[in-house]
T-cell receptor
């Protein structure tokens, strides 16, 4: 059973398009995250949701819109894709309080 | 400014060697994490520490709160340990639990 899953694994698209990435966790965790990993492998937090409520929004362009339909799902929609959006996007989840984060396999987004 | 510094950036070792990766941070923390990212890309959490020392198999993580420093040690290193090791810190004082990441250490263990 995959604890945190993401779809798609790879996404290749043209500049200006709109795309979505989906994430699901079956761990019963309350908190979920989106992270961006750039070409130098540097990870940076983008968003966090706790029980469907947005709690962290890290100066991400408003072309990026996260949505959490329930606490097991966190999706990321990106409008008007730009070359600089090319990266690997990781979803993660965590139980309440300081604790281990469980990462999804990542979605490699390439914008041409 | 809340910062996380890792060293070295790159590390090459021979199989069997003892490995140490270091992480320093700028201000007080609520927890420090060590993560492993294999060439295939997946990220796995190795340890979460707020004090002292933890051990799992050949991996040992230590933290010195006063010195704002943590180390990850690998004993009897093996080629399968080749990966990027990432230190991540949750700084204290924030209302939400948010990780700030180091730039990672690329470890290559040669047979």
């Amino acid at each position: 059973d995959t604890a945190v899953s993401q779809t798609p694994k790879y996404l290749v698209t043209q500049m200006g398009n709109d795309k979505s990435i989906k994430c699901e966790q079956n761990l019963g965790h309350d908190t979920m995250y989106w992270y961006k990993q750039d070409s130098k492998k540097f990870l940076k937090i983008m968003f966090s949701y706790n029980n469907k409520e947005l709690i962290i929004n890290e100066t991400v362009p408003n072309r990026f819109s996260p949505k959490s339909p329930d606490k097991a799902h966190l999706n990321l929609h990106i409008n008007s894709l730009e070359l600089g959006d090319s990266a690997v996007y990781f979803c993660a989840s965590r139980a309440s309080g300081p604790g281990t984060q469980y990462f999804g396999p990542g979605t490699r987004l390439t914008v041409l | 400014k809340n910062e996380v510094e890792q060293s070295p950036q790159n590390l090459t070792a021979q199989e069997g060697e003892f490995i140490t990766i270091n992480c320093s941070y700028s201000v007080g923390i609520s927890a420090l994490h060590w993560l492993q990212q294999h060439p295939g890309g997946g990220i796995v959490s190795l340890f979460m520490l707020s004090s002292g020392k933890k051990k799992h198999g050949r991996l040992i993580a230590t933290i010195n709160i006063q010195e704002k420093h943590s180390s990850l040690h690998i004993t009897a290193s093996h080629p399968r340990d080749s990966a990027v090791y990432i230190c991540a810190v949750a700084f204290s004082g924030g209302s939400n639990y948010k990780l700030t990441f180091g730039k990672g250490t690329l470890l290559t263990v040669n047979p």
